[in-house]
Nanobody, 128 residues
Framework: QVHLVESGGGLVQAGGSLRLSCTAPPRTRTAGRPVMAWFRRGPGKEREFVAAISRTGGATYNEDSVKGRFIISRDNLKNTIYLQMNTLEPADTGTYYC???????????????????WGQGTQVTVSS
């Protein structure tokens, strides 16, 4: 069963922008998960946290290296979250994954273990 579907990846030059989307198909369990997030895995690296957003969108949390460049948002009517990525760098290259979960504490939002549902990933490649 598909829980989350990402889209919007691609090839872009350094300094460019991309917008990723992640949608939970209708009648899936992800609909009730309060926190949604983006993670990424670069070449030869572990999966790492990028950004997370609360159910209402009133609270967000970004990893330090993307602060000021990436913006996470959500549209609950469409059951979709977005990641607007600006001023992209080659170090941003990787597979980006969407996740949904229910962490008890906001300090846990950056942990992969707090998310039950994951997408298949979308590739982002930034050329120098």
């Amino acid at each position: 069963q598909v829980h989350l579907v990402e889209s919007g990846g691609g090839l872009v030059q350094a300094g460019g922008s991309l917008r990723l989307s992640c949608t939970a198909p209708p009648r899936t369990r992800t609909a009730g998960r309060p926190v949604m997030a983006w993670f990424r895995r670069g070449p030869g690296k572990e999966r790492e946290f990028v950004a997370a957003i609360s159910r209402t969108g009133g609270a967000t949390y970004n990893e330090d290296s993307v602060k000021g460049r990436f913006i996470i948002s959500r549209d609950n009517l469409k059951n979709t979250i977005y990641l607007q990525m600006n001023t992209l760098e080659p170090a941003d290259t990787g597979t980006y994954y969407c996740a949904a979960g229910d962490p008890h504490y906001s300090t846990d939002w950056d942990s992969v273990y707090e998310y039950e549902y994951w997408g298949q990933g979308t590739q982002v490649t930034v050329s120098s």
